[in-house]
């Protein structure tokens, strides 16, 4: 199998040679030391297309390029504290944001918020360049994100943005749809320049917290589930699978997201209550495929590569397919070794 046929078997749950794995996307701070580790000499762009080359990744994933006066990155496209510059790396979700005093839709209107046009700052020549890159058989993944619930958090500040949907509704809406029309239009620029050559997207929204979800499972079906159908919806009509990424324990919410048509849920945090990989099996199992598995908030920082490859087989076992091993968080920090991440990959791929 190569690696397309190995992803589209595991989201079927068909049997594989062996499991895909995906390595996720790398912290730019932690890259130096996978390069050393893989003796890749160069950096920036052309290093990390060799690293995705070197760890035996069936993915080759790819971020949407947007660059706009205020942001060089499409999760951080929104300048809710008018200050002209949006800080990908440290931006918070907790911090008021510009309509954090609006209590009604009139409110709203009087901030004069200027929302982007994704058109403007997305290059769709350098939207097809970036997945051109992807050697044949390799599954080209768009990193789409399209977060609106944490966007729409993040404009009122998180404390006032819940405190609308319980009494405001209308008002917590009426930005999430600004914000929904935004990730719809940048998404279809993004599909159409790289139609016929992208096979997959990750989509998603963090509600979990390491004991449960971080609002109601009712909160999710109001507020967070029709956004994710409508991108769902997007993405299958350009025959796109989608990968739908909430850190944290979402279990509670699970047969919400199967129903809004997910094809993978991203990842299995498996310290997180009720995530742990055989009951998800158990549970799930024959409705959905799983991407993650491999622990990185204890196991990949602190384990020797003989107890990654340890979890690897124990995760084989559980889930001979319809799992994408990959560590369980997708940005791989520095504080993980590099000789865990080869051990991942090392026995990720061996075809017993």
Known sequence: ??????????VNREPVDRPAAWLGMPDVFARPALYKHYGIEEEGEEGFHKLKLAVGDDFYAVEVPYQAPTASAIYAAFDWYRDGNVDAEDRTLTTPGCFADCEDEEDLEAVN???PDPAKYI????????????????VALGMMWSAHF????AAFGMENALMNMVAAPEVYEAVDAKIMEFYLKANEIFYEATKGRLNAVLIGNDMGSQRGLMLSPEMVRKFIIPGCKKLVEQAHSYGLKVIYHSCGSIADVIPDLIEAGVDIIHPI???????????????????????GGVDTQDLLVNGTPEQVQAKVKELRTIFPTGLILSPSHEAILPDIPPANIKALFDEATKIY
Request: glycine share 8%; hydrophobic share 35%; net charge negative.
């Open 113 to 115: 918020f200027e929302w």
């Open 1 to 10: 199998m190569n690696s397309l046929e190995r992803f589209y078997a595991t």
């Open 150 to 153: 944490q966007d729409t958090c």
């Open 123 to 138: 290059d769709p020549e350098e939207c097809r360049r970036r997945v051109e890159m992807a050697p044949e058989g390799k």
């Open 269 to 291: 945090q498996a310290l997180a209550a009720g995530m742990e990989p055989q009951g998800l099996k158990d549970k799930f199992g024959d409705k959905v495929a799983f991407c």
